[in-house]
């Protein structure tokens, strides 16, 4: 008797090299998508959705590649997942995650090709891992004490983030605007209150930060443009009909003068209502829903600024800024809490109008205004900005700081490769691999370059084997070059990051022996997925498809 | 098909639709089913033990789950076969009763098959090898009840239940800090447990995931963490000897159950109903702050007046808690669960000691810690780790070791691990094997056989050579009369798990063999599969 069937018809079963090797090939098929994006010289992609109107996205930020791509294999998931984490903890090096891991598991099936088990790589890979990582350890530096350095420290940090997107032009200007927006937040890391506009017109460098807070909102017709030492009630609260909330009620009558008197009532319920927000002696009035005409009209007649149709987030940041609570009852003027902003007034940017708050009670908030010529590059540079701000913020709390230009990864690697020596048995080999993938990062930057790869990394490599070396590729230059002069700074706790997920993710997928897909949910269409076809062919000409059309 | 026929010889149906049904018997079917349960097993056995390889699964829906729990990857094999399901279940039933070696039970099983595979080509009947397999499964269970040793603990020495949570936990991806892990879940298991009754609800212990940060981030909260923010923005972040109201209704205008209109035909009534709606909201919110509370705690969402008024009121709330947390809340700080505002009074507030609002990261995730709550016996394990999957699987490890420490509360007696037990289980079938009269004594010695097969598994998983390293360590338990050898998976050195410090529950292996063992009697006396055939 035939061995039977165990499992459902589409349903599929890989095991043990055939597993590995499905495995091992996504991965790596990921980490080259990305690879081109790596370092100042790196590339951007290009992004089309197959959804309606084929929008189109500009990027070469590795998180936004990876989320966007619909993907197939099972390991080239795992590391979609860390970029996406890496994005949400630290903000930036998602590149880099992905391409480390790409390399370990590259490394790692040349080790398993030469017969090693998967569990005695892994427990190299972890020696090698917490070996770099007190490498790192031992060579940051922190200036948190002194601020005027550790400022020039931020700045760095920005410019060496910047100068692999597509704001290296004015990555002056930027990295001054970024470090100024996160040292208003004053060691909090919510990014929140940082609020970026984006709008097109201008050039990127006429982008600019402004202290108070901005509403990309119109001031109702006839009424003040322009407010001094503004009260401020910031409300969630019906401006249209108010609505009775009491279930099943309706209104029927049976004349129409009835009507009108119920109609009246209405209006008159209204007008009350904004009696009572007029009476809490405010002079400026922000709604997070509609404000009718009539309303609006009172409002105009009282000389107060009424902004309706404020959204949700503009609100909470709004009332956060100024310090006002968000009201809903009128009832009680007396217990409310009122925002102050010493000054409001109605503002163009290019052809919009907005409003400013300024001289906001709570100095943490800030705006920055981006122009730039479109809204793909608007986007691009918001996502670069984010980036940027993000690192800095964490930067603030954890001041520990490197070098950048592949620096670390020279450190580390020269660290593993001692321990590799010192380290008797099987392991020793793969602690080898370590070093080996963590030197494939400045070989990518260069090779991204356009430089000569080998030559430079030899290079880099000899001058490392001095003590207290700061050498790192100069990429503008061509040539190896002294990170502390050029001011290429990264943040320690990116660095980490980048170290610990990638290992981690690598040793998850070496972990697996088998992979087991179950038979697809049949559905119709997917209209919003991203269309990219990308096939790998593996040694032997082996087909594996990488992701799905 | 078998046909048959009446007594003018004509043939008649007996199964409806028969031409469209397959049919297996005698032999055949058992050999199918037999060949199809060992597929199941073959499965599994890379992941036992220590050194064992994980298995990647992907869901109808794309989804995928790294794990090497035997109950997890079964459950979500989308397997097809009968047989196959029959293992699955007996891996989930492990699952529910122990909790742990889900894994072991079915390369058991797995290898119990095989053997009967064998017995029967020579001839045996399947019935006669399940009855020898049951005597020997005897044998087995009270062997393992006399190798096995009590162990003693407390409050105050818990050592020795961390040391057999590391056990477990030494099996999973989360090995890197096995110690900490450990220790958090025995620390969660004592602080539920009754231990004069023997008993823990394991009801009682929460396991909260979050993305983001270490695995050695990981805690232990005395108190409810959840997954929820106060209502409004601007309410307190931290309260100080909070009395909870927990509630079931929504801060809405009430909505009768009975249908009902109610008619607005006059401009008083549209004033009058007007009032009556703001006394509402007015009432709902001054009765939770007449009974004392200080936070309120809400299953159902709120209106945008109530909620203001509760801010003006200064009266913190949270929104859209689902019910099992509201069930945990209520347990840890005493309180009633209040389906009305008129029943609310002080003494069914419940009170913690501190309430605040934790933010994580650079995105906007917040979670609410209840602490310090009036009874500390609910608690919050709350797992942080590099991503979805990795949270995923640590929850299921850190299950297992819960259910391991509870095992050793209820009974504590421990057997030592490493294929130990199994291993001296097997030398004791065989012994026993002999003086056993009649064709049974083939089925215990293949019960004895099969039995040796997880020793055999941990070797190979760990790079070993399997038929010498487990003929070497059967062969030292015999000469030195030291139940206790196993096979030396972490390379240690020493083939005694007493020094290696490797143990399981004795109920767990006990369960293991019985279950195994139950499942392949049930397995040999199928012997006609009908099913419809879907070509």
Same mark, same amino acid.
């Given at each position: ?25 996504? #991965? ?20 089309? !959705? ?23 294999? #099972? ?8 970029? =996406? ?102 060691? !909090? ?15 990127? =460098? ?18 003040? =443009? ?28 049976? !004349? ?20 009572? *927000? ?58 409310? =809490? ?74 580390? #690697? ?29 070989? *990518? *930057? ?54 610990? !997920? ?43 498809? *990488?992701?799905?059309? | ?18 031409? %469209? ?36 699964? %992907? ?203 109610? /008619? ?102 917040? &979670? ?122 972490? /390379? ?29 009697? &049930? ?13």
């Amino acid at each position: 008797m035939a061995i039977e069937r165990i499992f459902k018809d589409e349903a599929s079963e890989e095991k043990g090299e055939r597993a590995r090797m499905a495995s091992f090939v996504g #991965a790596m098929a990921i980490a080259d998508l990305v690879k081109t994006t790596l370092g100042p010289k790196g590339m951007d992609k290009i992004l089309q !959705s197959t959804g309606r109107g084929r929008e189109v996205t500009v990027t070469n930020d590795g998180a936004t590649i990876l989320k966007s791509l619909h993907i197939d294999n #099972a390991a080239a998931k795992v590391l979609v997942d860390i970029s =996406k984490v890496q994005d949400d903890e630290v903000g930036d090096g998602t590149t880099s995650v992905v391409v480390l891991a790409g390399e370990l598991l590259r490394e790692a099936e040349k080790l398993v090709a030469a017969k090693i088990h998967p569990m005695t790589i892994i427990s190299g890979y972890r020696m090698a891992a917490e070996c770099a990582r007190h490498a790192l350890l031992q060579k940051v530096v922190d200036n948190k004490e002194d601020a005027e350095k550790f400022r020039s420290d931020l700045m760095r940090i920005a410019m060496t983030t910047l100068s692999s997107k597509i704001l290296c032009q004015d990555k002056d200007h930027f990295a001054k605007l970024a470090v100024d927006a996160v040292m208003r937040l004053k060691g !909090s890391t919510n990014l929140e209150s940082i609020q970026i506009i984006k709008k097109p017109g201008g050039s990127l =460098k006429d982008s600019f930060l402004d202290e108070g807070f901005i509403l990309d909102k119109k001031i109702g017709i006839g009424q003040p =443009k322009r407010i001094e030492n503004a009260n401020i009630l910031v409300a969630n609260t019906a401006m249209d009909t108010d609505k009775v909330k009491i279930y099943g009620a309706r209104v029927r009558v049976d !004349s129409m003068s009835k009507v009108a008197q119920i109609e009246g009532a209405e209006k008159e319920k209204m007008r009350e209502k904004v009696q009572k *927000i007029i009476a809490h002696g405010i002079n400026c009035f922000v709604n997070r829903q509609l404000i009718y005409n009539f309303p609006e009209e009172l409002f105009a007649d009282a000389g107060i600024l009424a902004i309706e149709h404020a959204d949700f987030d503009g609100i909470e940041r709004l009332a956060l800024v100024t310090g006002g609570e968000i009201a809903s009852t009128f009832d009680n003027p007396e217990t409310v =809490k009122l925002g102050h902003c010493k000054l409001i007034e109605e503002i163009m940017i290019g052809e919009d109008k907005l409003i400013r708050f300024s001289g906001v009670e709570m100095g943490q908030a800030c705006t920055i205004v981006l122009r730039g010529a479109s809204h793909h590059v608007l986007d691009e540079a918001e996502r670069s900005l984010h980036d940027a701000l993000c690192v800095l913020s964490q930067t603030v709390n954890d001041s520990r700081v490197l070098f950048g230009g592949g620096w670390p990864e020279m450190i580390m #690697a020269k660290e593993v490769d001692e321990l590799a020596r010192k380290t008797p048995g099987k392991k020793s080999h793969a602690i080898e691999a370590f070093s080996r993938a963590l030197l494939a990062i400045p070989t *990518i *930057i260069a090779d991204n370059a356009g430089l000569d790869s080998a030559e430079l990394v030899a290079q880099l490599r000899a001058e490392h084997h001095k003590e207290g070396c700061n050498a790192g590729i100069d990429v503008i230059s061509g040539s190896v070059g002294d990170m502390a002069e050029l001011g290429i700074s990264e943040a320690f706790k990116v660095k980490q990051a980048v170290l610990l !997920s990638a290992t981690e993710a690598a040793e998850m997928i070496l972990r697996v022996d088998e992979i087991i897909t179950c038979a697809p949910r049949q559905r119709e269409n997917r209209i919003h997925a991203w269309k990219m076809i990308c096939t790998s062919f593996h040694q032997g000409g082996n087909f594996v498809p *990488i992701l799905t059309s | 098909m078998a046909l048959a026929f009446d007594e003018f010889g004509r043939p008649f149906l007996i199964l409806k639709e028969q031409e %469209q049904k397959s049919r297996l018997r005698g032999i055949d079917a058992q050999k199918a089913n037999i060949s199809a349960g060992k597929a199941v097993s073959r499965i599994l056995r890379t992941s036992l033990g220590p050194k064992g390889m994980d298995k990647m699964l %992907q869901s109808p829906d794309g989804d995928v789950t790294v794990t090497n729990d035997g109950a997890t990857i079964l459950e979500q094999m989308d397997v097809d076969n009968q047989i196959a399901k029959l293992m699955v279940e007996l891996s989930r039933s492990q699952d529910y009763e122990i909790g742990d070696g889900t894994t072991g039970v079915v390369v058991m099983a797995g290898s119990l098959l095989e053997q009967a595979e064998k017995l029967l080509e020579r001839g045996i009947h399947p019935i006669r090898v399940a009855e020898g397999y049951e005597v020997a499964s005897r044998i087995a269970v009270e062997h393992l009840e006399r190798i096995s040793q009590k162990f003693e603990f407390g409050p105050e020495n818990i050592e020795p239940l961390v040391q057999t949570c590391m056990t477990t936990l030494s099996s999973k991806i989360v090995n890197r800090c096995k110690r900490d892990l450990a220790e958090i879940a025995v620390k969660a298991v004592l602080a539920v447990a009754d231990l004069e009754r023997r008993d823990v609800h394991l009801d009682l212990i929460k396991v909260e995931g979050k993305v983001g940060g270490k695995l050695e981030d990981t805690e232990l909260v005395y108190g409810i963490v959840v997954d929820k923010d106060m209502s409004h923005p601007q309410m307190p972040k931290r309260i100080e000897d909070a009395k909870i109201a927990i509630l079931t209704c929504p801060f809405e205008p009430p909505k009768p159950k009975t249908k009902h209109k109610v /008619d607005i035909d006059t401009v008083e009534k549209f004033q009058t109903i007007r009032l009556q709606e703001q006394k509402y909201f007015d009432d709902m919110v001054q009765k939770c702050k007449d009974a004392g509370a200080t936070l309120v705690i809400c299953q159902w969402g709120f209106d945008d007046e109530a909620n203001h008024l509760l801010m003006n009121r200064n009266l913190p709330a949270v929104r859209w808690v689902g019910g099992v947390e509201l069930e945990l809340i209520a347990i840890a700080t005493g309180g009633r669960i209040v389906p009305r505002f008129q029943e609310l009074t002080p003494e069914k507030l419940g009170k913690a000691g501190l309430v605040r609002e934790k933010s994580f990261g650079t995105t906007k995730d917040r &979670m609410l810690y209840i602490e310090q709550c009036a009874n500390s016996r609910a608690v919050t394990i709350f797992i942080r780790g590099g991503n979805k999957m990795m949270i995923e699987e640590t929850k299921r490890s850190i299950h297992d070791a819960l259910c391991v420490a509870r095992n050793l509360i209820r009974n504590n007696s421990i057997v030592y691990g490493g294929g130990s037990a199994e291993i001296s289980c097997s030398i004791a079938v065989e012994a026993a094997a002999d003086r056993h009269p009649g064709v049974e004594q083939y089925a215990i010695r293949g019960f004895a056989d099969a039995l040796d097969a997880i020793p055999m598994a941990l070797a190979e998983n760990s790079g070993l050579q399997p038929i010498e390293t487990l003929s070497a360590v059967k062969s030292q338990q015999i000469k030195e009369n030291n139940p206790f050898c196993g096979i030396d998976c972490n /390379d240690a050195g020493t083939n005694d798990m007493r020094e290696q410090d490797v143990f399981e529950t004795l109920i767990g292996k006990q369960q293991q063999i019985l279950l195994a063992t139950q499942v392949v009697k &049930m397995i040999l006396k199928i012997d006609d599969v009908i099913c419809p055939s879907d070509f």
